[in-house]
Structure formats: structure tokens, C-alpha cells
């Protein structure tokens, strides 16, 4: 399930675009408690033509996208990415979300609807926000050529 898919066509070679993830993606294992990411964007796994990465959270963010990326090196190199939430806060908003409308069922009352669709929109809002930066740093750093698709 996404929610977020971007196609831009760049100027870099797909070994230019491995090197550059790898500059900006910390690949290592994580640590447990102590996160030092600092001269890194994303952490996560890059293999020669596909990476799933994540952006480094700064402060308390649960809104950032789980990044799918997709290397076509077919005439021009295109990367694919794919963003969607983490599936943690999928499931944490379904069980609220059905929890809420399980209790709107059995007693009506607008002030459950209405802090629903706030946490539904805060949620939605927050998570775009957050592909914003993501496609932000796409665009700056691999030398893009053409956007192709933006959803």
C-alpha cells in the first residue's frame, strides 16, 4: 500500500546514484539506544538496483515515510521511489478509527467523530509534509533531469 510514488529521470548513472545513497544513507546496523546520524539523511538497506530507506528522525516524528526505491537504467536512468507510512501507524490508526465508529454505533456523539477526523487529517497532513522533504532531497542531490510522475 502506497501513498506516495515519485519517477524522475536523472543525469547520474546508476553507479553514481548507488555512490550517492551511499553517502547519504547510513547502512550499518542500528544501534539500539544511540543515534548518531549525523551526517546522514536516511538509514536503511541499498542493494545494486532497489533500496528501502527511511528518513533519520529528528525529535518525535512518526510521520516519516518508508521509502522504496527503484533503480531503471534504460536509456536514461530513472529512479522510482515509492513512499508510504510505516506500518506501525497503519494499524494504530485503523484500531482507533474502528474503535471510535465501533462507539459511534452504540452511542452517537459528534465529539468522537470530530476528534477522529482530526487525528485522520493531522495524520495525513504530517505525513505529506515529510514526502515534501524527502522529494526535496531527491531533487538536490541526484541531479535530477525531469520529473515524470508525482503523486
Given at each position: ?7 524522475i529521470e ?13 553517502q ?5 546496523k542500528l ?5 548518531n546520524?549525523?551526517?546522514k ?5 541499498i542493494?545494486n ?6 528518513s533519520?528522525v529528528?525529535?518525535?516524528n512518526?510521520f516519516?515515510?518508508i521509502?522504496i526505491g527503484?533503480i531503471i537504467?534504460e536509456g536514461?536512468t ?6 508510504r507510512l ?6 494504530l490508526?485503523?484500531f482507533?478509527?474502528?474503535f471510535?465508529?465501533f ?7 459528534l465529539a468522537?467523530?470530530?476528534?477522529l477526523?482530526?487525528?485522520?487529517g493531522m495524520?495525513i ?5 515529510e514526502?515534501?522533504?524527502?522529494k526535496?532531497?531527491f531533487?538536490e542531490?541526484?541531479?535530477i ?7
Amino acid at each position: 500500500m502506497y501513498f506516495n510514488k515519485l519517477e524522475i529521470e536523472t543525469t547520474l548513472s546508476r553507479n553514481e546514484i548507488i555512490d550517492k545513497l551511499n553517502q547519504l544513507t547510513f547502512t550499518s546496523k542500528l544501534p539500539y539506544f544511540k543515534f548518531n546520524f549525523t551526517d546522514k539523511l536516511f538509514y536503511g538497506k541499498i542493494s545494486n538496483d532497489s533500496f528501502i530507506i527511511s528518513s533519520v528522525v529528528k525529535g518525535k516524528n512518526s510521520f516519516v515515510p518508508i521509502i522504496i526505491g527503484e533503480i531503471i537504467n534504460e536509456g536514461s536512468t530513472k529512479i522510482v521511489l515509492k513512499m508510504r507510512l510505516h506500518y506501525g501507524n497503519i494499524i494504530l490508526i485503523s484500531f482507533l478509527t474502528s474503535f471510535i465508529l465501533f462507539t459511534e454505533y452504540q452511542n452517537f456523539d459528534l465529539a468522537r467523530l470530530i476528534f477522529l477526523f482530526a487525528i485522520l487529517g493531522m495524520t495525513i497532513y504530517n505525513y505529506k509534509v515529510e514526502c515534501k522533504k524527502v522529494k526535496k532531497i531527491f531533487y538536490e542531490n541526484f541531479g535530477i533531469n525531469k520529473v515524470i510522475t508525482n503523486h
